[in-house]
Nanobody
Framework: VQLQASGGGLVQPGGSLGLSCAVS????????MGWFRQAPGKEREFVSA????????NYAETVQGRFAISRDNAKNTVYLQMNNLKPEDTAIYYC????????????????WGQGTPVTVSS
């Protein structure tokens, strides 16, 4: 199983960035997907999750209204659109897959990808 996150980079405060996570080696459409982040010196935290058919989504309060998660089951890819970025959004962002949607908000997953770094700075 491979989860390949991409799209990270350097962006100014107030800017936008879009992350992608391409998944292979599992039946993508039967897994809920999530995004997480870990800032230097901090624990990994939940950012957002999406159910198998995109009907269910969940966001951390810190990103609610600024971030949007989506998925394309035909492309085995999950996305995270990040708008109005703040310096405190700086972290390494990880994608993950889980059979059960509810696990993701507890920062639990069956499979984890490597991270992609996001830096928000002027």
């Amino acid at each position: 199983v491979q989860l390949q996150a991409s799209g990270g980079g350097l962006v100014q405060p107030g800017g936008s960035l879009g992350l992608s996570c391409a998944v292979s080696g599992l039946t993508f459409s039967t897994n809920a997907m999530g995004w997480f982040r870990q800032a230097p010196g901090k624990e990994r935290e939940f950012v957002s999750a999406i159910g198998r058919g995109s009907g269910n989504t969940n966001y951390a309060e810190t990103v609610q209204g600024r971030f949007a998660i989506s998925r394309d089951n035909a492309k085995n890819t999950v996305y995270l659109q990040m708008n109005n970025l703040k310096p405190e959004d700086t972290a390494i962002y990880y994608c993950a897959a889980a059979k059960f949607f509810s696990r993701l908000s507890r920062t639990e997953a069956d499979y984890w990808g490597q991270g992609t770094p996001v830096t928000v700075s002027s």
